[in-house]
Every structure is written in C-alpha cells, then in structure tokens.
C-alpha cells in the first residue's frame, strides 16, 4: 500500500480549496442534488491524468480503494489508470477491467456526469466495439440507476464513431421519457453525434421523436443544424 500513501501526499500537494469549493458547487453535490456530498480537492483534469499516469502501475485491489474514496478525485485517477490498463491489455485482461468497471457501477461508485463521459465510452464502449452479442448488458444499464443509464448511452459513442447507431438509436429510444437533465443532455449528444456521421439517420429519428423529446434533448441534437432548420423543429414545424 506504499503506493497508495505516495498518491495521498501527492494529492495533498496538488490540492486548491478554492477550487475546490468551485467545483463543489459546479457538480451540484448539495443535499438532493444530483451529486450529494460528493468531496472535491480542487485538482484540476490535467493534472489528474499526470498522477494517473504516475501510479499506472496500481493493483486491482488498490484501484478499488480509489474508486471506494469519497473523494472524487480519487475516483477519477482511478479510472483513468483504469483506461491506460485497458488500452495495453489483452482479451482476457480487458474483460476483467469491464466486469471490475460494471461492478464499480452497480455499486454507484461512477456517480458523475464526467466519471462517466471520459471512462464509459474507452472501457464498456471498447471492450463491446466488436461483440455484438454482448452488447444487451447496455440494455440493462438502462434499468439502472441514473450513472448505470448514462454508461448504457455513452458507451454508444464508440459505436457511432465507427458508424454503427444501432444500438445509439435504441437505448435513445429507451431513454427518450427519461425525467432528469443529465439524461436529456447525453441523448441530445449522442444523437447529435449521429448526425456529424450520417444526417439522414438522425433526421429519420427526429421525424418520429421531436415533437415528444424533452426541449433540452432536443436543443442539444439539433445544435449544428442551420438556424432556419432549427427553429423549425423547436417550433414543431417540420
């Protein structure tokens, strides 16, 4: 646990308070919010992926420790060492890093919107990029809890990038009635990414859905559109 106790005292030193109290308020950890008690110290991304790299070489079992922290810098060094390990592994290796990472999960220990967005998609979207079969585990992401749905959906844009929306468009599909802000703004991307791959595919979806999608969805997919066909479509006219 040597290591361990090296990655503390280098977080100590990094720590700003001020920063911290920023981001505090920024990821809505106040009570009922969304990121209720989380604790921040105030170490900015960059600098994370710096400490990350430094102990890239933790244990599974130290990792967890990072990721069981309160602390939510820890978490997200934790997973960045988690995405270093997966890109240099092996078949059998990169299924373990995807079972540890969905127990992770189930456990609400990814429980932020940036958590997420920078693990989900190189972890669960990579390790599922060429199993077509496996891919059904996202469909039960989306009975999870709030962070379990959004990995079902982020983990998508690795397929999207490869221009494959099957499944980007299906768990959209689920996820259309979801109530909370931050799943109107992931379908709003995700979908919003679709169409820098292919147009048509995404205005085929928002035929069907744009008059029923949440507002902020549907700002967030339609954003690159031109203003004329905007408007269009936040006015129901299309």
């Known amino acids: ?15 700003n308070p001020s920063k911290a ?39 599974f079992n130290e990792i967890q420790q990072l990721l069981d ?21 092996d078949n059998k290796i990169r299924k373990d890093i995807f079972e540890f990472y969905l127990d992770c999960a189930k456990r609400n220990r990814i429980n932020n919107w940036d958590l997420v967005d920078l693990s ?18 996202l469909y039960g992401l989306t009975k999870g ?7 079902s959906l982020l ?8 221009k494959d929306f099957k499944d980007a468009l299906k768990i959209s599909e689920i996820l259309l009635n979801e109530k909370h802000d931050l799943m109107h703004k992931a379908v709003g991307c995700m979908l ?7 147009i048509k595919v995404l205005k085929d979806f928002l035929l069907i859905h744009y008059k029923q999608m949440p507002r902020t969805m549907l700002r967030y997919s ?6 004329i066909e905007r408007q269009k479509y936040l006015n129901g006219e299309v």
């Open 222 to 227: 339609i954003e690159k559109f031109p203003e």
């Open 192 to 198: 919003r990414e679709i169409g820098k791959k292919d």
């Open 69 to 89: 922290s309160e602390i939510h810098e820890k978490r997200m060094i934790g997973l960045f060492i988690l995405i270093e390990k997966f890109k240099k592994a």
């Open 155 to 162: 983990a998508t844009f690795m397929f999207i990038k490869e």
């Open 21 to 59: 109290k920023d981001l505090q308020r920024f990821f809505k950890t106040g009570k009922g919010e969304y990121g209720e008690g989380d604790i921040f110290l105030g170490i900015i991304v960059p600098e994370q992926r710096k400490i990350a790299n430094e102990f890239k070489d933790l244990r």
């Open 1 to 15: 646990m040597e290591k361990l106790k090296e990655l503390e005292k280098k977080l100590k030193e990094k720590a």
């Open 120 to 137: 989900a998609p190189r972890i669960v979207g990579g390790y599922l990029l060429d199993k077509l079969e496996d891919r059904k585990i």
């Open 145 to 151: 809890n709030l962070w379990e749905k959004r990995i």
